[in-house]
């Protein structure tokens, strides 16, 4: 009896080994960037690996989270454009490139750059969620949040941030549904705005994605709507 509960014990541990394996596996297989985002992204200058864009002594500061399983190079855009446009912006490379496992992933970033005033933090899908649970940790800190197809960790009615929410009509992640029903969680006043034609990988610059409905928009063409929502918010 000792020695069949041995090799079930033995089974079952290898059972755990294959699947954290996997699942680190899995991690790992990411969304790479075109060539047309790696041309923004040899704007940033890299920090700890992080991509940081304009001035770090500005007056705003965005801190944005990339997606599940995208590489942050995918969204180097965003931050040549609005430095372009005197904010500060900063794109982690997440623990496990998975925002939920790395929710802290701001926190080194606001100490290192004590001149920014205002401070909003965002994300693309799974990464907004995780800027969420920082935000409403760090409400002191944190003017806002943006979110770019996602939706918060937590209820944020009671808190005091700003919120933007911009979604895409023909997402086949983040969907209208999901998007109307985040409603209920954040404060009254916050702005939502529907790109319409949008999809959920057109967020960032890295090609189609599982799961996700076809746009006629390009890439660009959404993030410049998107990119011209946040400045108007700001």
Do not use: C
């Amino acid at each position: 009896m000792k020695k069949k509960l041995k090799w079930i014990g033995l089974g079952l541990v290898g059972l755990i080994l294959v699947a954290v394996i996997g699942f680190l596996v899995w991690t790992q297989l990411t969304y790479g960037p075109t060539d047309e985002a790696l041309g923004y992204a040899a704007e940033a200058t890299e920090v700890d690996n992080r991509l940081e864009f304009g001035d770090p002594d500005s007056e705003v500061g965005i801190i944005l989270y990339p997606g599940a399983k995208v590489e942050k190079e995918a969204y180097a855009y965003y931050g040549s454009r609005l430095a372009e446009e005197g904010v500060f912006v900063a794109i982690p490379s997440l623990r496990l490139n998975l925002g939920i496992a790395d929710i802290d992933a701001a926190e080194t970033i606001i100490a290192a750059h004590p001149g920014i005033q205002r401070w909003i933090v965002g994300g693309h899908s799974l990464g907004g969620s995780a800027a969420s649970g920082f935000a409403l940790e760090n409400e002191s800190r944190v003017e806002g949040v943006i979110f770019l197809a996602s939706y918060p960790i937590s209820s944020m009615v009671e808190s005091e941030l700003r919120v933007l929410s911009i979604s895409g009509e023909v997402d086949g992640l983040a969907t209208q549904t999901d998007i109307e029903a985040s409603r209920e969680n954040v404060p009254d006043d916050a702005v939502f705005y529907e790109i319409v034609d949008g999809n959920h990988a057109n967020f960032g610059m890295y090609g189609p994605q599982d799961g996700d409905n076809d746009s006629p928009l390009s890439a660009k063409e959404q993030l410049d709507e998107t990119i011209e929502q946040i400045l108007n918010w700001l």
